[in-house]
C-alpha cells in the first residue's frame, strides 16, 4: 500500500473518534434540553432489532446482543445528529447558559469527521476494491 492511502486511512480513525466524541456532547446536550423521545426511541429501536436477530440469527442470544447494541448506537447516532442540527441554536443558548462554550461548531465538527470518513471509504474502495484498506494490506 501507498503510503498517502495509509495516512488517509490513519486520519479517518482520528476522524472516527472525533465524530464518536461529537456524538457524546450532542447526547449530554440532547440530556440537559430534557429531550425525553432522543433518549428512549433509540432503546426501543434496539429492542425491536434484537428481537428480529434473534429470531433470524443461528444463535439467538449472540443475535439479540448484536441486535441491541447495534440498534440502539445506530438510533442513537442518527436522532443525536437530527436532533443536534434541529435544536441547534436552542442548545447554544443552554450550553452558553450553563458555561459550556457554543454547541454549533460540535455540529459542524461532527458532519466534517463524517463526510471524511465517506470520502476515505470512497478513495479505498477506488485504490483497493474494499472499502477498508485490511485486505490490501495483507490481513
Known amino acids: 500500500m501507498q503510503f498517502w492511502?495509509?495516512?488517509?486511512?490513519?486520519?479517518?480513525?482520528?476522524?472516527?473518534?472525533?465524530?464518536?466524541t461529537c456524538w457524546v456532547l450532542a447526547l449530554i446536550a440532547i440530556h440537559h434540553g430534557k429531550m425525553r423521545s432522543a433518549e428512549w426511541v433509540p432503546i426501543v429501536a434496539g429492542i425491536v432489532l434484537a428481537t428480529r436477530f434473534a429470531m433470524t440469527c443461528d444463535t439467538p442470544v449472540l443475535g439479540a446482543v448484536v441486535g441491541l447494541v447495534g440498534g440502539w448506537f445506530a438510533a442513537s447516532m442518527l436522532i443525536a445528529y437530527v436532533y443536534g442540527w434541529a435544536r441547534s441554536s436552542a442548545f447554544d443558548r443552554s450550553e452558553v447558559h450553563d458555561g459550556s462554550g457554543r454547541?454549533?461548531?460540535?455540529?459542524?465538527v461532527w458532519t466534517g469527521c463524517v463526510l471524511f470518513v465517506g470520502v476515505v471509504a470512497l478513495v479505498n474502495q477506488a485504490a483497493t476494491d474494499t472499502f477498508t484498506p485490511l485486505k490490501a494490506a495483507g490481513f
Open 5 to 20: 492511502l495509509i495516512a488517509l486511512n490513519v486520519f479517518a480513525v482520528f476522524a472516527l473518534a472525533g465524530a464518536l
Open 103 to 108: 454547541f454549533a461548531p460540535v455540529m459542524l
